[in-house]
């Protein structure tokens, strides 16, 4: 059972242009959101988080968007850079007391063309 | 400041036998999850430690068990190898604090990946 979906494997965007990656997860008992980036033979780099009590929070070039009625979130970089060519995870978790389990997607194949 | 480190870095194994990976975490944190990335999937949380006691546990079975040390380090031990235990085995660690705090957020280390012959 798939709680967390990221249905595109991969994206491809020219350089300046704006990356939309998309996720959709089924469990509405989860309260927090982040967005890992993975670089080949790095592990899962934080990114940008937000609560469910937002739909939005900014970090630079990075936004994420929450839509909790939809249980979609999505992140926006903008402007995309090559550097910015990497696999991108999004997680969802619930609050316990402290002890908290990322449930992840299985990700999307960023490509940020020159 | 180091961040989470993990060894070895690739390790072959071969059916039935065991293996022992470690976990260093992030300076200043406390608590240590390991994490299990099958290739093209997401990864998927096998279990937690927090005050040298495992506080959660994914869905894997008992083959695998875990420890952590009271300088918080941590051992992902795998009993009776399966070909389907080959992955890329992550070790997260934080700090239990308020959410979306700096230190509350899993910081991964790079990984150990597993091959079972």
């Known amino acids: 059972d798939q709680q967390v979906k990221q249905n595109s494997p991969s994206l491809s965007v020219q350089e300046g242009r704006i990356s939309i990656l998309n996720c959709d997860y089924t469990n509405s008992m989860f309260d927090y959101f982040l967005w890992y980036k993975k670089y080949p033979a790095e592990g899962p780099t934080f990114l940008i988080s937000?609560?469910?009590?937002?739909d939005k929070n900014e970090d630079g070039r990075f936004t994420v968007f929450l839509n909790k009625s939809a249980k979609h979130l999505s992140l926006h970089i903008v402007p995309s850079q090559p550097g910015d060519s990497a696999v991108y995870f999004c997680?969802?978790?619930?609050?316990?007391?402290?002890?908290?389990?990322?449930?992840f997607g299985k990700g999307t194949k960023l490509t940020v063309n020159p | 400041d180091a961040g989470v480190t993990q060894s070895p870095t690739h390790l072959i194994k071969t059916r039935g036998q065991q293996v022992t990976l470690r976990c260093s975490p992030k300076s200043g944190h406390d608590t240590v999850s390991w994490y299990q990335q099958a290739l093209g999937q997401g990864p998927q949380f096998i279990f937690q430690y927090y005050e040298e006691e495992e506080r959660q546990r994914g869905n894997f079975p008992d083959r695998f068990s875990g420890h952590q040390f009271p300088n918080y380090s941590s051992e992902l031990n795998v009993n009776a190898l399966l070909l389907g235990d080959s992955a890329l085995y992550l070790c997260a660690s934080n700090s239990r604090g308020p959410r979306g705090g700096d230190k509350n957020i899993q910081y991964f280390g790079a990984g150990t990946r597993l091959s079972v012959l």
């Open positions: 997680a969802a978790s619930r609050y316990q007391g402290g002890s908290e389990k990322l449930v």
């Open positions: 937000i609560s469910s009590i937002k």
